[in-house]
């Protein structure tokens, strides 16, 4: 049990369907992430928010979009995906001013068809 | 969470022998460093960091050594054992911000 939380662990859709990836936190951290792993690159930073505040864009397509109610929730809301998006989405949260370190989650694993 | 098809290097040792994984960073105003080990199916975990003011620092059965003049991180895990077998990241950051700048990891394989 890492303090992070994201559903669902496995998720299969069409490039046309609507989806949405969860991460919870019970850390009590005021930072979050999205993260891509994918079989041809390393940990990719997509969002980072601090304070529910996105402060980082790392350049991800719109088909991607994020949002954060609070601090301690984070979605990635997915639309009209294309197949080489299929990879293994990582959350994690961390202190913002603390020193660096992050605590992640377990992973969602995303595959688009 | 495993990098499946992911070109990574890969350490294969002995159980019980000792492993050393290697990580070249970028950035030489990077004050703190992290080791993070992914297991199959599983997101990264911490295992040990370091600070730029230490050149070395040990936790249960594993040291981390910092080389600021090569710029040059490694992993000690000491009696390495079958629960060992992961892919290890090494993670960097700058002196200003928060954020960790990952490297490609490193796939170690425990043969019984």
């Known amino acids: 049990e890492t303090g992070v939380t994201q559903t669902p662990r496995h998720l299969v859709m069409g490039m046309t369907n609507k989806k949405s990836l969860k991460c919870e936190q019970h850390?009590?951290?005021?930072?979050m992430y999205w993260y891509k792993q994918s079989a041809k690159k390393p940990l990719e930073l997509m969002f980072v928010y601090n304070f529910k505040e996105q402060t980082e864009n790392n350049s991800v397509p719109s088909r991607f979009s994020p949002e954060c109610p609070n601090s301690s929730h984070l979605f990635l809301h997915l639309h009209t995906l294309q197949p080489e998006d299929s990879a293994l989405y990582l959350c994690?949260?961390?202190?913002?001013?603390?020193?660096?370190?992050?605590?992640f989650g377990e992973g969602s694993r995303l595959t688009v068809l | 969470g495993e990098s499946v098809g992911l070109h990574l290097p890969t350490l294969s040792v002995q159980e019980g022998d000792n492993s050393i994984i290697n990580c070249a960073y970028s950035?030489?105003?990077?004050?703190?460093f992290i080791w993070y080990k992914q297991e199959s199916g599983k997101g990264p975990q911490f295992i040990i960091d370091i600070r730029s003011n230490m050149d070395k620092r040990q936790g249960q059965r594993v040291t981390v050594l910092l080389n600021k003049t090569v710029k040059h991180l490694s992993l000690q895990i000491a009696a390495t054992q079958p629960g060992d077998s992961a892919v290890y990241f090494c993670a960097e950051k700058g002196n200003a911000g928060n954020m960790l700048t990952f490297g490609g990891g490193t796939r170690l394989m425990v043969k019984p």
């Open positions: 850390l009590g951290h005021n930072a």
């Open positions: 950035n030489s105003a990077s004050d703190y």
């Open positions: 994690a949260s961390s202190w913002t001013g603390g020193n660096g370190e992050l605590f």
